[in-house]
């Protein structure tokens, strides 16, 4: 076998096994359709709007990406959603969405990877926004929603900052 022969064989069983490496073969439930899956999981549909977490129409949570503890209104963790839109579009329901659900914006960033952060009462949330991979289209959503600090902020006399140079 020639050695040019031997290489193209090998460069055509990399791509076969790098497309195949990047469909999306993880387990994903739909969460208006599956809610018995997505209980079994932990937390479901109605968990999320009891939460005020309401998802963008027809997302899929990614459980094997997803790290979740608790259950009902009360959950925190890592959910991974997939959209069935672009992440401009989901950019947009966010911003639009979850303030009408009583989420308190803090803070966003809009780029090709996007970030939105919210508080309700002793909960916050952070929206990360990007492009889904070429095979799964859409976007990805990662929701990290976690405890609120109790804490009470510093006041700005007791603040200690960088020392400045005359």
């Known amino acids: ?3 040019n022969t031997l290489l193209l064989r090998c460069l055509a069983c990399l791509l076969a096994v790098s497309v195949v490496a990047c469909s999306s ?4 439930v739909d969460l208006g359709k599956d809610t018995n899956a997505a209980k079994s999981a932990g937390v ?8 005020g977490l309401i998802p963008p129409g027809g997302a899929k949570v ?3 990406k997803s790290l979740i503890f608790g ?3 009360n959950w925190i ?11 401009s579009e989901a950019y947009n329901y966010f911003l639009q969405q979850y303030p009408r659900q009583g989420w308190m914006l803090v803070s966003a960033v809009r780029g090709k990877n996007s970030l939105l952060v919210f508080t309700k009462a002793d909960r916050s949330i952070t929206v990360e926004l990007s492009e889904a991979g070429f095979l799964e289209g859409g976007a990805r959503a ?3 929603i976690s405890p609120r600090s109790t804490q009470p902020e510093p ?12």
Request: proline share 6%; no cysteine.
């Open 155 to 166: 006041s700005a006399a007791g603040a200690q900052g960088a020392p400045r140079r005359p």
């Open 1 to 3: 076998m020639k050695p």
């Open 71 to 73: 259950s009902g209104q």
């Open 62 to 64: 990614d459980y094997d």
């Open 77 to 87: 963790g890592r959910m991974v959603l997939q959209l069935n839109q672009a992440s």
């Open 25 to 28: 073969t993880g387990s994903s």
């Open 142 to 144: 990662v929701l990290t």
């Open 44 to 51: 479901s549909a109605s968990d999320l709007t009891s939460a």
